[in-house]
Every structure is written in C-alpha cells, then in structure tokens.
C-alpha cells in the first residue's frame, strides 16, 4: 500500500481530505465510473480548483484496493489506499474512537489505544508521500480535518516549498480535557507544520494557542505561533458555511414547492412541522430532542393532532459500538413515545433511518415551521444554515443548541441548552407558538447572515490569509 504513485500530472492547488470526493459507480457490463459525491466542499472549492489545475488526495471508500490516480471532471484524483486493518484502527479507531468523542468534550469516553495510534501515524504518513508525490513546486496544499492531523508537519518534512493549510472541522477542545490524549504534543507538532491552521470559532484557535505554549513552549503573540525554526504559523477562525445561493434555488423550485407539499399532505396536513435531520451521532443530542417532544406530546402540550415531528437520522459509522447503541437507544424511545400515543393513526414521529437526495433534504426544510438543531456539541453544524437557506419567506423557527458552533453567528435562533430538558421544552413551545411578526424579525436577520457568509466567503477568507502568511505580509506583531 506504500508503493510509489505516479500522478497523472503535478497540481499547484491540493486538496487532502480522508475521503475523494467522488464515488464509484458499477455498471452492468462491468465497467466503473466515478460519481462527483455532493458535499459542501466539493462545491466551494470547484473554481479554485478548476482555475489552479487542483488535485485532491483522499481514501477511495473501498478497502484492500490500490486505484491509481485518475483525471476526473478536470480534477486530479490521487486515491490513498487503505487496508481492512487500517479502516479499523487509523479511522473507526483513532478518529472515531479517540478523536472525536475526546474533541466533543467527551460525551462519550474516548478510547486510547497505541495499536490505533500506530495505524493513524502510518496512514498520515501515506497521505503526506502522496500529496508530496502530485503537488508542484510552490503548490497551496489545503489538509482538512482530524483524520489528517500530522499530515502537515509529515509534508513540510518531504517538501518545505509547499504552502500548507490545515482546517478542522470539528471543534478543538479545552486545554484540560486536550491533555488527556497520550499523544497531543505529537498531534500539536503536526498542526504547527502548516502556514495557517483554521478552526471553526475563535476558542478553538484560543485552546490550540494555549497548548502551544503551555506543552511547547513556543512563544505565541496574538494569532501567531513562532516554531522553533523561526517561522510564524497563524490560527484564526473561520466558521464555515453553506452554499446558499445555489441552495436557495433549488428549494425555491416547483418540484420542490409540489414535494414539500406533498410531504405536509402525507402527514395529514399538520399545523406545525417540527424537523431534525442530523447524522445518526451521539453529539447531535438526538435523545434529548425526541425526549423533549416525546414529553411534549404526553403532557397534552402538544396536540398530536396538530403537529408532528419528522426526524431523518443518517446512518453513520455504524461499525463503531457507540453508534449501534445509540442507534437501538433512539428506536425505544421512538417506540415508546409513537405506541403510548395509543390511538389507530398516524404516529406523532416519523423516523426515518435514511438518507436522501438533497432535492429531498430542501422539501423537507422548506415544509419545516420549527427546525430543532439539538447538538451536545459540533464544529460548526450546516443543518442550521441549509434550513434558513431553503426559506421562502421571513417565516419559519430555528431552534439551535448554544453548543453548535452556528449559534455564535445566528444569534437570532431560538438557542437553547439540549442538558436542560425543561428549558428545550419551554423554547421549542415559544417558537411552535411565536407570532408571525416575531418569527419574521428573527428569520430576517438569519437570512441576512447565512446570505452574506456562505461557503465561498469562507473558502477566500481561508486562502487569502493563507497566502498572506506565505507570502510574509503577515508581520510578527509587537509586543
Ligand atoms: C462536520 C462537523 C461541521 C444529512 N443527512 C443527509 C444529508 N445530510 C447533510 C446535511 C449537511 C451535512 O450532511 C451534515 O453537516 P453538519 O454540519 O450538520 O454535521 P457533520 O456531518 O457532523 O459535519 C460539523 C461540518 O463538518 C462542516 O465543517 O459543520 O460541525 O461535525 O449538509 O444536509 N444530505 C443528503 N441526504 C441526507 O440524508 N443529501
């Protein structure tokens, strides 16, 4: 898996994310093709990547299997090949297991294993050779997220001529709980490899500026690091966002205006919609929101007859134990809360463990009155975004947890604390009952900032600094 690969041709502009951003499509009589998988930063980063001859460098999906790099859609793809044993321990264990529940402010024990560790070392180390392997002399090479995080210093190490940026999706924890992790000044040195390393919110950049000084002792000033060689590394935040416009569009439709309808139709016309759509996961506080309105239903405060709830949970990691757990949790109290209704009809929940075609997704957040973004924690949280961004009016409620990274821009939401049960209650009643003008103010003002801060201008903010470091017009501040 660590033999030499030969690119196609070399990329001024490199993406390196755990995954392509494509799939692979069977064909009947045995060939394949590769299918562009719409996510977020597919799409924001298309021009650059077309205008920069851009290459991307990620795991293919299927393990065992060496695929050589490939052009597709004007893009150089460098698949990283992953074994069965790797998928396990470098992404099932490490990130999943390790990293993501000790960065959600482990609301789940983190599992710290050296066998995992080892994996996640060695892996890294792949995806650092492939991406020296295609980028060019000078290239921007962008890592993304908490599967890659030694890849930066790993890179710098092959190719000190590259511009190299890292972003985190995910938060990045308080400096008490970081620590526990047995390798953090290992995972510390590996971000400080790139030029700028970008967080989702400024205590993100704040935690990762403190441990550096604490464990490391670099001298830090403002947002900037000095590492031991002398070079000045930048953190500084950058809440990432949705592609709104284009997003806009499509829920303004006809076929999504008929589908939406239809939807409220099959659901025998409620008053108010209430809707979740999050990944089946254990930060997204989908227990407490269907706790909350399981409560709501049984206290006659809410009229199952009146509203209805349609909760879509993607199937995620499903290898992972927590996520199996939580999976079976969430199908009890589903259960208990449709069958205690105890009356011949419809049931107040619809759960759907499914996912969908995105026109789907923008019927159901344009048929949606109240939205309820519950997360324990998360990075940023796009569900919130996208739901203001299918509104075709200033109407419609978002219900957001102050734990979700989006609730510092949309300040308007209805922000709650998914712990407190009673106050999630209380808000999710406030805003199914808001009057339409209050409702309207707030959506407004949504509007406005998800419009103004889509995807695009997070993806200039993010490369224009990253170039302004690079290019030394970053000064050292003075004291
Ligand atoms: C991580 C961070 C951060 C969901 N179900 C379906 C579907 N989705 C789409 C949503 C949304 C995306 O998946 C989920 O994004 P989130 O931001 O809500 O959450 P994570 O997956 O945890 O993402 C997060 C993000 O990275 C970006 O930095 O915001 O904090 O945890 O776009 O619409 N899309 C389709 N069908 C589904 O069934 N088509």
């Known amino acids: 898996l660590d033999a030499e690969v030969r690119p196609t041709r070399r990329a001024s502009f490199v993406v390196v994310a755990n995954r392509l951003p494509v799939d692979r499509v069977e064909h009947p009589d045995g060939t394949t093709t590769w299918r562009t998988s719409p996510g977020g930063l597919v799409t924001a980063l298309e021009p650059v990547m077309h205008s920069h001859h851009g290459a991307w460098v990620g795991w293919h999906g299927a393990p065992d299997e060496v695929v050589e790099p490939f052009e597709n859609d004007g893009l150089e793809l460098v698949p990283v090949p992953l074994s069965e044993a790797e998928v396990a321990d470098y992404y099932e264990g490490f990130s999943n297991g390790t990293l993501w529940p000790l960065y959600h402010d482990v609301v789940v024990p983190p599992e710290f294993r050296r066998e995992w560790w080892d994996a996640y070392v ?7 050779d492939r991406t020296a392997a295609v980028a060019d002399e000078g290239a921007v090479v962008w890592v993304q997220d908490y599967q890659l995080q030694l890849v930066p210093q790993m890179l710098r190490e092959l190719r000190p ?44 950049a704040q935690n990762f500026l403190r441990l550096v000084r604490q464990r490391l002792h670099l001298e830090t000033r403002r947002e900037y690091v000095h590492d031991a060689d002398g070079r000045t590394v930048m953190a500084r935040a950058y809440p990432i966002s949705i592609a709104a416009a284009s997003l806009h569009e499509l829920a303004s439709s006809d076929a999504t205006a008929a589908r939406a309808a239809e939807i409220r139709a099959d659901l025998g016309e409620p008053k108010v919609l209430f809707l979740g759509v999050d990944r ?13 309105f399981g409560e709501l239903v049984a206290e006659g405060r809410i009229d199952p007859e009146e509203a209805a709830l349609v909760q879509v949970a993607t199937p995620s990691r499903e290898r992972v134990e927590q996520y199996r757990n939580l999976r079976d949790d969430i199908d009890r109290l589903v259960g208990r809360i449709n069958s205690e209704v105890a009356r011949i009809g419809r049931p107040p929940i619809t759960y759907l463990h499914a996912s969908y075609p995105r026109e789907e997704m923008a019927a159901l957040y344009r048929a949606a009155d109240v939205m309820i973004v519950t997360p324990l924690r998360d990075g940023m949280n796009l569900v919130a975004k996208e739901y203001v961004a299918c509104r075709q009016a200033d109407d419609g409620a978002l219900v957001l947890s102050e734990f979700a990274g989006a609730a510092r821009e949309l300040r308007q939401a209805y922000l709650i604390n998914p712990h407190d049960i ?9 805003a199914m009952n808001a009057p339409a003008r209050i409702k309207a103010r707030r959506m407004r003002l949504l509007r406005r900032q998800v419009f103004e801060h889509d995807i695009d201008h997070w993806a200039r903010a993010f490369l224009d600094d990253l170039d302004r470091v690079v290019q030394g017009k970053v000064e050292w501040p003075a004291r």
């Open 280 to 292: 089946l996961d254990y930060t997204k506080g989908l227990l407490e929101r269907i706790q909350a």
């Open 161 to 204: 001529d590259l511009n190299i940026g890292f972003f985190l999706h995910i938060p990045f924890p308080p400096t008490e709980l970081y620590v526990q992790l047995p390798w953090r000044d290992q995972i510390l040195r590996g971000l400080l490899g790139a030029d700028l390393v970008g967080f989702q919110l400024g205590g993100g």
């Open 122 to 128: 060695r892996v890294n180390q792949r995806f650092a």
């Open 422 to 430: 009673d106050g999630l209650k209380e808000t999710m009643v406030e």
